[in-house]
């Protein structure tokens, strides 16, 4: 199958009239080797339904059309949206019928067409993690991921407790399921080059989740809190939804945490203990 390279993106884009913004996090994958690579670390294989957001010009979607997967592709620019199935449609007519788009904000779709268990993508650096968070919750068959975002965002967002960069991000998408880093991206497969390093980060689903649909909204609230003032002590920076530092003190040690600790400490499953208590 025909990828798309540099001289294929750039056509397109003057005939949208398209110019990459940041606004949109526009940042399109030039170099057919980077998006084979992505397609094989996913693991993603005929028959795969996979899901992909931001398609752009459609790099990454004829290599997971190349891998003879079933593509739900999710594109806020309608130009982009209208263009991709042409796009497929002229370097891949065997594959066109493996294509649906749907043009939407990814942050507001809750169903899709389908049983995606795969998402697989190059998500806009600007939203990256609202939008992998929303997507976890709303799509519930999605089994596996392979994203590719901000460094500094995906080594966050695989983080352990107690390292320098574990925060929210890295509870909240530890609450579905096990995430590591799957490799650095060159700045220069991108048009335009990004001022920033890019990383892939992989997912994979836990079999059960660890509590409720309440339960993980409590727990949440309570990760916003700890580490909204994250410098400070658990029974301090949790004083104020609890009804005081004492308060949140007999609770954090009811659920058998130590008071004097910070948030980037607590596993989610302590945080999951501490909003039980």
Known sequence: MTLLGPAEIRDLAEQLDLQPTKKLGQNFVVDGNTVRRIVRVAKVEAGDEVLEVGPGLGSLTLGLLEAGALVTAVEIDERLATQLPLTVAELAPDAAGRLTVITDDAMKVTELPGAPVRLVANLPYNVSVPVLLHLLQSVP??????????AEVGQRIAADPGSKVYGSPSVKAAWYGR?????????????????VDSILVSFERMAELPGSEQERVDTFALVDAAFGQRRKMLRQALSEMSGGSASASARLEAAGVDPTLRGEQLSVHDFLRVARA
């Open 141 to 150: 068959s999605l089994q596996t991921a392979l994203v590719m975002v901000q």
């Open 179 to 195: 995430w590591s880093t799957a490799g650095q991206v060159s700045r220069q497969v991108f048009w335009p080059v990004p001022n």
